[in-house]
């Protein structure tokens, strides 16, 4: 009985996977058309902003080359997207060219055998170099940015720090002294944090490795190494602080079921004061609450010292890459649009088509004027040099499990202490599955 | 089967005259009604859609697989997984989930089952009602409740809130989000226990009941000695489906809670999923090839049991 029944459950669940790897293969594979043309097809993320972006530059390529039409498809964002990525180059059923992480997240997929090789491109010494080992194996250069680079920053509403008098952070007690004072003020939430959307957890410990690497400059390398782990000083204080915060009361009320979105509305809104976020918001911000531009501003998420001070920084995660699975026409017409990409003109595109999130790593590339205030906000810590880059684009090690971990001990479920030793056992597997020494 | 083939040789016998001598040993070998070239396309579907799969999966359970290349590390896979610290949390959490759901729907399943077989007004649309939830897709029941659970702006707090009732964090608080996926389940899933339970009231006789009365059995003697005993193939049929089903749920966990807050609500399905999403393909095999033997483990056993008991009756 039981076996029957499940195994003609199993049958049909089958058969309804058969059919769609059948219809998925029949869409991905796409038709050349006899007259030249050439159709490629575009795989993006479903974000807002990311889609509208991708269809103002296929639109602007396609008017400039006749006989290449570009199609954008979406995937989903998140750890369900990574699972399309992987799944479809594993395949061989890519889209002819698409957008995935740069750093860490690139290097989980296998880029020398799945992707086209760029470092030939004559582009490429515009790019800058941070950006180019961030899309670089030993064996080659894989990737062109979307996008600007960006910071892990505290998100705050100006309007807020002018009523109270306050002045911005430098060091974590003077954050955490601003926290106490939006509290005892009264309605405002001092600090936002938005677990209905798991990966907005990890600011506290990603956006603090500019203090990591002020502490101890090796840091990185070290920790790919295996020599270094988050239960010890310096990293283990972005676990501490999480619990710190979660102690003192100092979340929204709602913290455990509001999303993104309600946190940025939040912060633009002054119903929050300190958000941590990447500068990426601002495309959200852009989209959704246009009038407060100019109130939600950003600074460095504060550590131990203010002479160290500084942002941690990250390069275009939305990069665009070639699998190998496109070929021929497709592969010229592909390298094309790369090229375009590379040019003031797609950047100005993009500038246009949302909010910069911050300065282009792209030579000849610049910012328009009225950029939203937390843009404009980090462009002191470049020009002073205040800057180091996050841990994804130093060490290809990224546990999976960070943002459930930081949920835990930002909800009270795990103390700091435990929440960093779960985290420490977490990257073993992701170091193991690399094949780095030392695991 | 001896029923079915006796007929059959009856009605063969004039076509298969000619081979006459050989066919005592023959007969003990084609003890199927059909030839075996009749078997191919199913075999074929079975070998190629379950039995390779099932064998690869043993294979690469063994391996670190990146799905670019396979590295073979003998039973670290294992030896990691069991070391995964949420493993002993979400095992826990499985056997919880499962056999709350699982005997929840035998109980409430038993009871609407002698209720709606009864004689009321409107029976035919009750019935629907009951079902409907079964034939709704489960992402979908799971977004829904992830709307109505809403601590703050969800209909059921808000709702809560007209009586002065401060509603807890249904699927926030870590100790009531896997209880509150467990209700929706129940409640999505008990429309199929229903509807077996009501197959197997119907199937039996009235005469026992008629009998009983005339013997002057009260009501409560005829349920606990005609309509349970007579139940018991509905019951052994509910409990492992839903065991089997609550064993390994995912969907409803997933698109509720994504087994958070943090980790509180997952169970091995879901951790054996975030392994995979995460790039580690041996190490999420070999978590599915536990998964395999643990519900393998529970449900044969218990359907031996279960179904011993029905036979012996």
């Excluded at chain 2, 041996?282 to 008991?309: D, E, M, Q, Y």
Aim: overall charge negative; hydrophobic content about 45%; proline content about 5%.
């Amino acid at each position: 009985m039981v076996t029957r029944t499940s195994r003609r459950l199993l049958a049909v669940g089958a058969s309804g996977l058969a059919l769609s790897l059948a219809l998925a293969g029949c869409s991905a594979g796409g038709d050349e058309s006899t007259d030249g043309a050439v159709e490629l097809s575009f795989l993006v993320d479903n974000s807002e902003a990311l889609v509208e972006t991708a269809g103002a530059l296929a639109d602007a390529f396609m008017e400039a080359n006749d006989g290449i039409t570009i199609e954008v498809e979406t995937r989903p964002q998140g750890s369900d997207g990574d699972n399309v990525v992987k799944t479809r180059l594993a395949t061989g059923d890519m889209a002819d060219i698409f957008q995935y992480n740069s750093g860490a997240l690139m290097q989980a997929l296998s880029p020398d055998e799945t992707l086209v090789d760029l470092s030939d491109e004559e582009w490429v010494d515009k790019l800058d170099p941070n950006f180019v080992s961030s899309v670089s194996t030993d064996n080659g250069m894989y990737g062109v940015p979307m996008g600007q680079s960006m910071a892990g920053a505290v998100l705050y509403n100006k309007d807020v720090y002018a009523e109270l008098g306050l002045e911005i952070p430098t060091t974590w007690d003077e954050f955490i002294a601003n926290a106490e004072a939006v509290k005892a003020a009264g309605d405002v939430a001092p600090i936002v944090q938005t677990y209905g959307d798991t990966w907005t957890s990890q600011l506290f410990v990603l956006g603090d490795f500019n203090n990591v690497t002020a502490a101890d400059p090796d840091w990185a390398e070290a920790y790919t190494a295996g020599e270094r782990k988050y239960v010890d000083e310096p990293a283990f204080a972005g676990f501490q602080h999480l619990q710190d915060a979660f102690d003192a009361g100092l979340f929204n009320e709602d913290f455990a079921s509001a999303t993104y979105a309600d946190g940025v509305s939040m912060v633009a809104t002054g119903a929050g004061a300190h958000y941590p976020m990447l500068t990426f918001a601002a495309g959200q911000l852009m989209t959704t609450d246009p009038d407060a531009a100019d109130v939600v501003g950003a600074f460095a998420l504060p550590g131990p010292d203010a002479e160290t001070n500084g942002l941690t920084v990250w390069m275009p995660t939305n990069t665009t890459y070639i699998p190998r699975t496109t070929e021929g026409d497709k592969l010229e017409a592909a390298k094309k649009f790369m090229a375009f990409l590379m040019t003031p003109e797609a950047c100005d595109i993009q500038s246009e088509a949302n909010a910069p999130q911050g300065p282009y790593v792209i030579e000849g590339c610049s910012l328009p004027e009225d950029v939203p205030a937390m843009v404009a906000d980090l462009q002191p810590y470049f020009d002073e040099g205040k800057t180091n880059l996050a841990l994804e684009f130093l060490s290809p090690i990224k546990g999976p499990a960070l943002e459930q971990i930081m949920v835990a001990v930002g909800s009270g479920i795990t103390s700091a202490a435990d929440g960093a030793a779960q985290y420490d056992e977490d990257v073993i597997k992701q170091a193991q599955q690399l094949g780095l020494e030392g695991w | 089967m001896s029923t079915a083939t006796a007929p059959r040789r009856q009605t063969e016998s004039p076509g298969a005259a000619p081979g006459g001598t050989a066919r005592p040993p023959r007969r003990r070998k084609t003890h199927s009604p059909y030839p075996t070239w009749f078997h191919l396309p199913a075999g074929v579907f079975y070998v190629v859609l379950f039995l390779i799969p099932t064998i690869a999966s043993f294979y690469f359970s063994l391996t670190r697989w990146t799905l670019f290349d396979v590295e073979f590390i003998g039973f670290d896979n294992y030896v990691r997984f069991f070391q995964e610290q949420q493993l002993i949390q979400s095992f826990v959490n499985t056997f919880v989930y499962a056999f709350l759901t699982s005997g929840a729907k035998v109980v409430l399943g038993l009871l609407l089952g002698v209720f709606l077989s009864s004689q009321i007004i409107g029976r035919g649309f009750l019935r629907s009602v009951v079902f409907f939830p079964v034939l709704v897709s489960t992402i979908g029941v799971g977004i829904l409740f992830e709307v109505l659970l809403d601590p703050f702006d969800g209909p059921v707090n808000e709702t809560l809130a007209i009586f002065g009732i401060e509603g807890p964090g249904w699927l926030t608080d870590p100790n009531l989000a896997l209880f509150s996926v467990a209700m929706v389940d129940i409640w999505a899933g008990v429309g199929l226990a229903t509807l077996i339970y009501i197959a197997g009231m119907v199937a039996i006789p009235q005469e026992y009941f008629e009998a009983a009365k005339m013997d002057g059995a009260s009501a409560w003697h005829s349920f606990r000695h005609i309509t349970l005993p007579l139940l018991q193939p509905a019951t052994v049929t509910v409990v492992l489906l839903s065991l089997i089903g609550g064993l390994r749920r995912f969907d409803l966990i997933w698109t509720m809670t994504g087994g958070g807050p943090g980790f509180s609500s997952d169970v091995l399905a879901s951790v054996v999923y975030k392994q995979y999403q995460a790039g580690f393909f041996g190490l999420s095999t070999a978590g599915n090839v536990v998964l395999f033997l643990v519900v393998a483990a529970i449900i044969f056993p218990l359907s031996w049991w279960l179904n011993r008991k029905a036979d012996d009756r």
